[in-house]
């Protein structure tokens, strides 16, 4: 009876270390499953630093400068005005007073005086001072410079009353009354210029003003 037990024992035994024999070769020699790749084996990347090279600097490639001429501040060329030629060639030839009636235009003064309207142009190149850029602009009772030959200008002096000033008069009043026109007060102090000036152009009663009789020849 122990002796069939003891045989059955060492039955057991072996049977079992025959099983993990070959359980053990079963682990180590199991196939791969059929159509499946062995899986890729992953290298390991070594990332190598990159070294600079030293390149060669690339020529600097030579711009020539412009050179621009400063400016040059250029001055106005002034052309000195002098009378027409015509006026210098004509023998006899003298210059006279003319003083602009109110309305009056350069045009109409040339065709007045010359009875040509054109030569308006010689009469504003004569007083380009006193008219100045605008030929189209003259005033009342101002006078302009005309040359004429000396037969054909009209020899003629004013002749003068004196005017005593009253309270409240003023230039624009007494010219007013004696010209029939306040804008020609002008002329009563360009002739009483000295009186006037030393009183500040204020009028006082009493004060004695030379006026003109006529202002133009035909007046």
């Known amino acids: 009876m122990h002796i069939k037990y003891s045989h059955f024992v060492i039955i057991l035994l072996g049977c079992g270390l025959a099983l993990g024999g070959c359980a053990k070769e079963a682990v180590e ?3 791969s499953a059929e159509g499946e790749e062995p899986a890729p084996v992953v290298e390991e990347i ?4 990159m070294v600079e090279e030293d390149l060669p ?27 027409s030629r015509d006026v210098e060639q004509i023998p006899d030839t003298a210059s006279y007073l003319y003083m602009i009636r109110p309305n009056d235009y350069l045009v109409k003064i040339a065709a007045r005086e010359y009875g040509d309207p054109t030569r308006w142009r010689r009469i504003y190149n004569w007083n380009l001072d006193l008219i100045g850029d605008n030929p189209n602009l003259i005033y009342p009772y101002h006078e302009l410079e005309l040359f004429k030959p000396v ?6 002096e004013y002749d003068y009353s004196i005017h005593v000033v009253r309270a ?18 002008i002329v009563i102090f360009w002739d009483n210029e ?10 006082k ?15």
Do not use: H, K
């Open 151 to 156: 037969n054909e200008i009209i020899e003629w």
């Open 205 to 219: 009663p009493g004060m004695e003003l030379a006026i003109r009789t006529a202002l133009w020849p035909d007046s």
């Open 57 to 83: 600097e690339a020529a600097e490639e030579t711009v020539e400068e412009m050179t621009v001429p400063e400016a040059v501040a250029v001055e106005p060329v002034v052309v000195p005005r002098q009378p």
């Open 29 to 31: 020699e199991s196939p």
């Open 46 to 49: 070594v990332e190598t630093p």
């Open 168 to 185: 409240g008069e003023t230039l624009w009043s007494i010219a007013a009354e004696e010209y029939g026109d306040p804008i020609a007060w």
């Open 194 to 203: 000295t009186v006037l000036g030393s009183n500040a152009g204020q009028l």
